[in-house]
């Protein structure tokens, strides 16, 4: 069996940006440790002569013309009516000198 | 005048026969709502008026409705005002569609029975002990209860089908890029498909042919020109039909002989059916879990709380399970055993459809390997969302157009689903042998049976 460890559980976490309580912890670790295991099933396959470069859609290379028009673009008021306090507010990234 | 089970193409000719005014039907299946809702769950919120003319529709709540709460049934957009129509309702209120309000679905769409929906789960119709299934379950529950004429629901892998199987309703999986993915919160985006839940074939010909077309807003869009999917729809033509056996073995008794009544019927009409040997949907589960758990990783990554929404400490327990097991996949040291081994197996399944439609047109299969479960019982399985789904899984994966429509009522009174599934772009045989099945059989009944339940 795939086991995570828990410091491999903290760790992807802190990738994901989620804070997990100690019961979620040990809940979280145990189903991902039984998908990671499950998934090996794959092995069964010869996949040696598949190409990985696949994508779904029929089309390649979509450009949006220069200088049109972008219709869907949302206005500052609009585009700021759901953030808390109507703005965006993250931490200071630079030091003050 | 009877309103009760009727389908919207007959809805919109009694508009423009003026028996009936677009304001009284509205106003009655508000009526229906305000009774049943409470019960059924279907609806998150619901449109107290019309805001323009037309004939009423559900919409799942993760399309984007301008100017009304779009939430993904998770506390994360609990309060989120949508800024903008997604593409899809663009084109519904273009062609005088009218929405009645946003259903319930699993939270991001990450699962089969809406129990992961942060408002309550949508109980199924015909038994409200057990679920409705899911992502779509809300606008399945709509349409089997006739508290909307028709719904819009989206399918990642199973979620426009299986609820539609499992609540007794027509359900379409359109071919990948058929209809634009614009405004529709991402789950996995090599996989989301919006598509309508209906009481008829020709309805979900109908929408169809209204939702699906290129769409400059979302580049993997196809540019292939929109079929009059429904003046087409052709009850006489005759196709060769694949069956796998391993679709059937494993499914429920019920259910096979559903199934296998289902064949001997197509038999009977004409159709040529023929045993194929498809991969095994098992790899199916496997791929799925991984590279729909990658993108939604991903996608779920634009929930900073910043911008929009709440802060990321509001993801239910299924969203954070996912979103790790997505970044574990991708992680540097891990993506070749996980990611690319998965989509290299997605490689093997293309393949192997693109080989089996050169020998039969359609494949026909159960849609879901057992019927509706009790609230609940989901909670037994480690990921139960994808192993429910198995039999859908693969055509989600191809990004083949898929339907489920009724075929029978199981020993317990629950609505079974048989589908066809064929290859990219051709949603028009499924709709037309989905339509003669229709026909020959009005689906035993079945989706007659549902809404009388809810006289």
Known sequence: MSVLTSEEIKKLAHLCGLTLTNNEQDVIKQKLSETLTYVHILDELDTSKVDNKIHMSFTTNVFFEDGTENTRQLSKIDALKNAPNTRFEVPKVLEEK | MNILGKSVLELKKLIETKEVSENELFAYFLRRIQKYNTKLNAYLSIEETSKTKGIPISIKDNFNTLGTITTASSNVLKNYVAPYNATVVERLLKNNFVSLGKTNMDAWAHGSSTETSDFGVSRNPWDITRVAGGSSGGAAVSVSSYLAPAAIGSETAGSIRQPASWCGTVGLKPTYGRVSRYGVIAMGSSFDCPGPITTTVSDAAYLLEILAGKDAFDATTSSAPVENYLKNLNPSKKYVVGICEDYIKDVDEDTKKAFEKSIEILKKMGHTIKKVN???????????????????????????????????????????????????????????????????VRGLIIEDFKKIFNEVDIIAAPTTPLTALPVGESAKYPFFGEAMDVLTEPAAIAGIPAINIPNGLDNNDLPIGLQFMSKWLNEQSILNLAYAFEKETNFFDVIKKGFHRYE
Not at chain 2, 282 to 302: G, M, W
């Open chain 2, 278 to 344: 498809l991969l095994s949907p098992k790899y199916s589960i496997a791929v799925y879990t991984i590279l729909q758990r990658s993108e939604v990783s991903s996608n779920l990554n634009r929930y900073d709380g910043i911008r929009y929404g709440n802060k990321r400490n509001a993801f239910g327990e299924e969203a954070k399970r996912r979103m790790m097991l997505g970044t574990y996949a991708l992680s540097a040291g891990y993506a070749d055993e996980y990611y690319n081994k998965a989509v290299k």
